[in-house]
């Protein structure tokens, strides 16, 4: 467990600016170093921007500009978005850096003197906006289209050549070897065909552009973007190298290190065929795996500029703070798999699952139990009972899944295991009814209780620490903890239960997540330019909807959907049931709507239930009524009914232990 561990992202092409998908690859990365550094490892995490290459030649004449003066322009805003995400980046290398230059030209000589680069002419259909040549194949089975946007042209230069053809079996070896090296398992599978078809040399030089490394002995070449940008995860540590010569690079580079590449799947063959054979014919290790992940639309749309929709991540962060964000962008898409970033998506599990479920949790507990009946101060914890057992058991099962997942680079499965003990945690309170226990002066018992939650967020502390950095900080400052210092040999990740010291004093503040309501959501929309016809960058014209204008007047029997959102309906549960004196119909209910105490609701539904029979049930209240008088007591909302003349009336209940104060919609 304690092997060096290197992560990196793809250095990021600067032609435009930085986007929703450089921040999914960037945050995965952050958050796969953070945990390797909570578990004691020592860690390095590069990023970092592609400044070569005809297209930036390109877009710099069109501008007007010098190509250095550009690529100077539009490399700081990447930093600025990964740093506004808060990921903690140990280097962060441009292509255009001195130290970058030499160590490419250092790789080329060492191809050249293992005889795997030779001088030759090319002719063929090149991709411009690839940076590559492209087979004949593949150039008659583009559409037209495909052909202009990409920019596909015939041309004929001179140019010098890398032996790949040699590299078909070696690296048709290397990956029988080592099985795992291209995850997820499908795109290996890709790749490992492409390879069996046999390859050809490749072309690794240009002469019909000028911005680029010069080929070492011959200028009139620059050397192709792909295998200087390639080069940066070497380079950044100082390789290639002899051994001794960098200590970064006998550290952090493979067979010493565990080696990470964090790319997308429109890269993968540059990674995972071109990458491992310069490797091979360097001598050097080849990295230990190449993850690559798949592709965000947007509001199901894909992302272009042409809709309107290539999200900068900056507005987001604005909006809903960086750890919302990174939480949203690990959470909703199975990583390797293509995915959707919808704005009310995250809104939903905004508040569902922050809000209502953890931030739910530290409220009941350090801001109402704790505070009212302990002084503030972390309780002693008393004899266990199995309720207890049981929730411990599902903290520690959380923490060896979440991290089972993580060493397998399945960040939203580690979060899904999280959550888990977050459900359990909060359906622990609903079953041990800490408010009742004080009430009776259970102090026992209601301390042991405490301490439980106490202990479970400790651990949750921990295991949202690489996904919410932040978030984890002000969580564990509540409950009078102080932030987390990873250790090189120090495995931090929660084992031990009970090192929560008892006496500790708490502190209150503000909710950790708070809720956002309907007016709220419609407000950060219209901010972010999402309305129901999808999304469109801030300051974009928003895209016209197929759909019928929503102004126009709603059919008789109808209502807008604007009008719909104004009604609030979330979880409730019932944590007690009584009678109303005097009244043949009222029952008085006190109900959990996630909130720091309970709500009174009147339900006039006493001929149909006995009071007792609805502690316990989850049912759907409109939480946000104006509360009114009923027979001289309060009501706080309604619980939503259905009635015909054959069953009668049925409470609408649900069927799965969803945590109270969750929306309904």
């Known amino acids: 467990m304690n092997k060096s561990f290197y992560v990196t992202t793809p250095i990021y092409y600067v032609n435009d600016r930085p986007h929703i998908g450089h921040a999914y690859s960037t945050v995965a990365a952050d958050v796969l170093a953070r945990y390797a550094r909570l578990r004691g490892r020592p860690t390095r995490f590069l990023t970092g921007t592609d400044e070569h290459g005809q297209k930036i030649e390109d877009r710099a004449k069109e501008l007007g500009k010098d190509p250095q003066a550009f690529v100077d322009e539009m490399s700081p805003p990447f930093r600025q978005a990964f740093e506004e995400l808060d ?64 920019k596909v042209e015939r041309k004929q230069e001179e140019s010098y050549f890398f032996r790949l053809s040699k590299y078909t079996q070696p690296l048709l070896d290397f990956y029988e070897k080592n099985p795992t090296f291209v995850q997820p398992e499908g795109r290996f599978n890709e790749v490992k065909a492409f390879v069996r078809e046999g390859l050809q040399d490749l072309s690794i030089s240009r002469t019909s552009f000028r911005w680029g490394i010069p080929v070492p002995g011959n200028d009139a070449h620059v050397i192709y973007v ?17 051994p001794g010569e960098s200590e970064l690079f006998d550290r952090f580079w493979a067979p010493n290190a565990e080696v990470v590449h964090i790319v997308g799947k429109d890269i993968l ?11 091979l014919s360097a001598g050097i290790a080849p990295p230990t795996q190449i993850w690559a992940h798949g592709w965000l639309t947007i509001n199901g749309e894909k992302m272009s500029k042409r809709s309107g929709n290539f999200i900068p991540p900056g507005p987001l962060v604005e909006a809903f703070g960086a750890d919302v964000l990174r939480y949203y962008l690990m959470r909703e898409v199975g990583f390797g798999q293509d995915g959707d970033f919808a704005h009310r998506n995250l809104l939903a599990r905004y508040n569902g ?69 977050v459900a359990a945690a909060n359906r622990y309170v609903d079953q041990t009814a800490p408010w009742a226990l004080a ?76 809720r956002i309501d309907a007016k709220q959501e419609k407000a950060l929309l219209a901010r972010l330019g999402v309305g129901t016809a999808g999304a469109a960058a ?48 009222l029952v008085k209910l006190s109900v959990d709507l996630g909130e720091p105490g309970p709500r009174q609701i009147l339900a006039g539904i006493r001929p149909h239930y006995a009071p007792e029979a609805l502690v316990g049930q989850r049912v759907v209240v409109v939480a946000n009524l104006a509360p009114r008088k009923i027979m001289g007591l309060t009501s706080e909302g309604m619980v939503l009914a259905a009635s015909d003349t054959e069953h009668g009336l049925s409470v609408l209940s649900l069927d799965k232990a969803i945590a109270p104060g969750t929306r309904v919609s």
Not at 269 to 279: E, G, K, S
């Open 269 to 279: 063959r540059f990674h995972a065929v071109y990458w491992p054979a310069f490797l």
């Open 439 to 514: 009430k009776e002066g259970k102090t026992e018992r209601l301390g042991q209780v405490a301490y439980t939650v106490l202990e479970s967020l400790r651990w949750l502390s921990v295991l949202i620490a690489p996904f919410m950095p932040a978030k984890s900080v002000a969580l564990r400052a509540q409950l009078g903890l102080g932030p987390l210092e990873p250790e090189e040999g120090r495995d931090a990740w929660p084992a031990a239960w009970g090192e929560l010291t008892p006496g500790t004093p708490t502190a209150p503040g503000e909710p950790l997540f708070p």
């Open 538 to 585: 801030p300051g974009a014209p928003a895209k016209k909807s197929k759909q019928k204008s929503t102004n126009e007047p709603p059919k008789e029997g109808t209502i807008p959907f604007d009008r719909f959102l104004d009604v609030e309906l979330k979880v409730g549960l019932i944590l007690a049931a009584e009678a109303v004196p005097k009244s043949d119909k």
């Open 87 to 150: 990921c903690s980046f140990d280097d962060y290398i441009r292509t255009t850096e001195p130290r970058h230059e030499r160590k490419v030209a250092d790789l080329w000589k060492i191809l050249e003197a293992r005889g795997d680069i030779y001088l030759g002419s090319y002719e063929g259909w090149y991709a411009v906006a690839d940076e590559a040549y492209i087979t004949e194949l593949e150039y008659r089975d583009m559409s037209d289209e495909e052909k202009a946007k990409r």
């Open 353 to 421: 699952e922050l809000a209502n479920g953890l931030g739910n949790l530290l409220n009941r507990m350090v801001r109402s139990i704790v505070r009212r009946s302990f002084g503030g101060l972390v309780p002693t914890p008393a004899n266990r009972e199995p309720e207890d057992e049981a929730l411990i058991a599902a903290a520690q099962k959380a923490a060896q899944e979440s991290a089972r997942h993580l060493d397998a680079i399945a960040p939203h499965r580690s979060l899904d295991a999280v959550w888990e003990l």
């Open 226 to 242: 792909w295998l200087d940008a390639l080069t940066n995860y070497i380079s950044a540590l100082g390789g290639p190298a002899a």
